[in-house]
C-alpha cells in the first residue's frame, strides 16, 4: 500500500499552474492512500462549514451517511466518489477535483478560521482543511479542531476508515500550529490528536496510519510525545513508528527545503517537518515499512507543486 502525505500550499503562489504540478506529481505516484493539508474549496459556505467543523460534520466530506446519497462523477482517469451534488453543485474542492482526475474516492474536513487565510489572498470566498485521497471507499469519517496559540487561525485533524481489500484502514491527517516558539502547543496538538487516534483505532488488523504537516523537527517533544517510543506516549499503550526510520541512509529528508524558491528566503534551515507514522504491525506484518522516500522535489515543467515536499512510504497490505 502506497501512502503519500503532502502539504499543498493551499492558494498562494502560482495556484493554477501548481494545481496541475501536484496532479502531476501524483498520477506519477499512483498512491493508494494520500493525506493532504491545506486544501482549498473555492465558493463554499465557510460560514457553516465552520460550524460543521466544530460539530465534526464538514460539508463536502465524504462519509458513511454521504455515501448513501453520494453522486459517482466520472472521469478519464475513473470514477471519483463525491458528496451529494446538492452540497457541491456551487462549489469547488482542490481534493475533489484530484480525486476525479485519479479516479480515487476522497474525505474533506475544514478547520480553523478561514477568515485568517483568507486575508493573506484577498479573497472571502476561498474555505482550507484537511482531506483524504483513497483508491477505495471511505467508510467513515470524523474531524476534530485541535487546541490553539494566541494568534494562531487554528488547526485540525480528519479521520477515513478506508475499506481496502485485506482490512479496513484507520487513516488520519493533521496540520499542527507553525510558529518556530508554539512546541508546547503542538504538544497538545499531539495529545489531542492520539486521543482522536484512540477513539477511531477500531480492532482491525491494520495499524493505525497518521500522516500530516507537523511544523516541527524530528527530534521535537511533540514529534517523540507522537511517537511514543522515544518518551512516554501520549496515550498509555499508543505508540506509532516514523517511517522515516526505515529509509536508506543519506537519502534526501527535508520537506521544507531551502532548494525550493518558495521557501529559499526563509527563516530556518532545510528541515523534515512533515510525517507519516505508523502503528506496531498486525497479524502477518500487514503494515510494515517497506520502502520510505520524499516526492514533489523537483520542478514540473518550471513550476514547483507546493512550498512542501511529499512523504511517500510503501506498506506490507496483507493482500498477497
Known amino acids: 500500500m502506497r501512502v503519500v502525505t503532502w502539504n499543498l500550499w493551499w492558494r498562494f503562489g502560482p495556484w493554477q499552474e501548481r494545481q496541475k504540478a501536484i496532479l502531476a506529481v501524483l498520477r506519477e505516484l499512483r498512491p493508494d492512500v494520500v493525506g493532504l493539508q491545506e486544501v482549498w474549496e473555492q465558493g463554499g459556505e465557510h460560514s ?187 496515550v498509555p499503550g499508543q505508540c506509532f513508528f516514523d517511517v522515516w526510520e526505515y529509509a536508506e541512509p543519506g537519502v534526501p529528508s527535508a520537506t521544507w527545503d531551502i532548494a525550493n524558491p518558495y521557501v529559499a528566503k526563509s527563516f530556518g534551515p532545510s528541515v523534515r517537518v512533515d510525517y507519516i507514522h505508523v502503528g506496531p504491525p498486525g497479524p502477518g506484518g500487514i503494515g510494515h515499512v517497506r520502502a520510505v522516500r520524499r516526492a514533489g522535489d523537483a520542478p514540473v515543467d518550471g513550476v514547483w507543486p507546493s512550498d512542501h515536499m511529499a512523504v511517500v512510504a510503501d506498506l506490507t497490505d496483507g493482500a498477497n
Not at 459517482?72 to 484530484?98: F, H, I, Q, S, V
Open 48 to 234: 457553516a462549514d465552520a460550524a460543521d467543523a466544530a460539530a465534526g460534520v464538514a460539508a463536502g466530506a465524504v462519509s458513511a451517511a454521504d455515501t448513501a446519497n453520494a453522486a459517482n462523477t466520472t472521469t478519464a482517469a475513473g470514477t471519483a466518489t463525491a458528496a451529494n451534488p446538492a452540497d457541491t453543485a456551487n462549489r469547488e474542492n482542490l481534493a475533489g477535483w484530484l480525486a476525479g482526475e485519479l479516479g480515487m474516492h476522497w474525505a474533506w474536513g475544514t478547520y480553523g478560521d478561514p477568515a485568517r487565510w483568507q486575508r493573506r489572498i484577498g479573497d472571502p470566498s476561498v474555505g482550507i482543511g484537511n482531506a483524504v485521497l483513497s483508491r477505495w471507499p471511505v467508510l467513515e469519517r470524523d474531524t476534530i479542531g485541535l487546541p490553539t496559540g494566541e494568534g494562531d487561525s487554528g488547526r485540525g485533524a480528519l479521520y477515513a476508515l478506508l475499506d481496502a481489500p485485506a482490512a479496513p484502514v484507520p487513516f488520519f491527517t493533521a496540520h499542527l500550529s507553525s510558529a518556530t516558539d508554539a512546541s508546547a502547543v503542538r504538544c497538545r496538538q499531539v495529545t489531542a490528536l492520539v486521543e482522536f487516534v484512540a477513539r477511531h483505532r477500531g480492532r482491525g488488523a491494520h495499524p493505525p496510519v497518521i500522516t500530516g504537516d507537523f511544523n516541527a523537527w524530528p527530534d521535537s517533544d511533540e514529534v517523540r510525545l507522537l511517537g511514543g517510543y522515544k518518551t512516554a506516549p501520549a
